[in-house]
């Protein structure tokens, strides 16, 4: 979620959905290419009851929030 995000604040679009070569696009809607992964198995597997809702809970809970870079992910210590 935290990639998908980072467009947003960077001030490019207002919705990750905007951005085409986003992972959020990647998400909601799978290309054909993915046909051969079992996405109902993949998604019981991993203890969720659907994907695309949960995934687009977090990003707009994100986006209601505040938008900060999170130096964790880019900083050396």
Not at 9 to 34: D, F, M, N, T
Not at 55 to 75: D, M, V
Request: contains cysteine; charged residues 20%.
């Amino acid at each position: 979620m935290y990639i998908d995000l980072n467009m947003v604040r960077a001030g490019v679009v207002e919705h990750p959905a905007q951005w085409l070569a986003s992972g959020y696009r990647e998400i909601q809607k799978p290309p054909k290419r993915y046909a051969v992964i079992d996405r109902q198995m993949l998604i019981e597997s991993c203890g969720f009851t659907g994907v695309n809702g949960a995934h687009q809970r977090w990003i707009e809970e994100a986006l209601a929030g505040e938008l900060t870079r999170a130096a964790h992910w880019s900083e050396c210590y």
